[in-house]
């Protein structure tokens, strides 16, 4: 059969002008700008900067943190996608909206509304606080608020795979004996552990660069729960923007780092289910 020449979208040299355009202005300009900045600095001041000890401290919340959170999101996202799929339940469409929370509320009011209710007089720091646990402008705090953002990212990478995947396999193996456990090492988890990597990578890269529902949290004590973006804020008030783009560009070599491991899982993954 002949197929139609008609395209729906203009042509190739159209679609990608505006394509390129749109990258630039909103992609390649931008970062570029931070090479172009660093740049005024030679590499031994650049060294200099990026190795200074509050800014290696703020490398150290920054990722620690980041980690810890796309950690956990990767194990309790998964849990909540699969009740998600598999469950029926009263307000299921409700829970399943508010996914989509840490998107659309401003991060500011995210970080004062989680300060609130995990300070020592808030309604859940101050439980906690009968313990000797305090969670607010400490780590913890900054882990929590971290959680929260990257939740959306991994739960809506996960929640397609599952929602294609068969029962049947599991009931067959279930009916052969395969005890849960099993069944969830050896057909389940092959399935969603490409996805569930892929959000857990965007998470982490998320988490790095996340300022305004971290900063009412952190406390910002130096040394101890100032992270990288409030670095990086405080250089350019000083008008040091040559500063501020060289410890910004750390960040941005790691985001890379995590997108190009991210996309080398997909890729092999494709390769695999190709065969």
């Known amino acids: 059969m002949k197929r139609s020449g008609k395209r729906v979208i203009p042509g190739f040299g159209l679609s990608m002008g505006v394509t390129l ?42 990722f620690l943190t980041a980690l810890i959170a796309s950690l956990i999101n990767a194990v309790m996202c998964v849990i ?25 509320m401003p991060t500011a009011v995210a970080g004062i509304a989680l300060t609130s209710l995990t300070s020592d007089k808030g309604l859940i720091g101050q439980f906690f606080a009968k313990f000797g646990i305090k969670i607010a402008y400490t780590r913890i705090g900054i882990t929590v608020a971290l959680v929260f953002i990257g939740i959306p990212f991994v739960v809506r990478a996960v929640q397609p795979v599952l929602e294609k995947l ?4 599991e009931e067959a193996a279930g009916s052969m004996g395969a005890s849960g456990a099993a069944i969830f090492r050896r057909i389940i988890l092959p399935e969603i552990l490409p996805a569930a990597t892929t959000g857990t990578g965007l998470a982490f890269g998320r988490c790095l660069g996340e300022y305004g529902s971290v900063v009412f949290i952190a406390g910002n004590k130096p040394f101890e729960t100032e992270i990288t973006p409030l670095i990086i804020m405080s250089e350019l008030q000083e008008y040091d923007y040559a500063s501020a783009s060289a410890i910004a560009l750390v960040i941005l070599l790691a985001a890379f780092l995590i997108l190009f491991l991210v996309n080398l899982v997909q890729s092999r993954n494709s390769k695999i289910l190709g065969r």
């Open 80 to 104: 909540l996608a699969w009740v998600l799929v598999r469950y029926d339940f009263p307000l299921k469409r409700l829970l399943d909206g508010l996914i989509e929370l840490p998107f659309a």
């Open 21 to 62: 355009t749109m990258v630039s202005l909103i992609v390649i300009i931008p970062l570029a700008s931070l090479v172009v900045f660093s740049a005024k600095l030679s590499p031994a001041d650049i060294w200099a900067t990026i190795t200074r000890e509050r800014v290696l401290a703020s490398f150290e919340v920054s």
């Open 166 to 169: 068969d029962p049947a396999y």
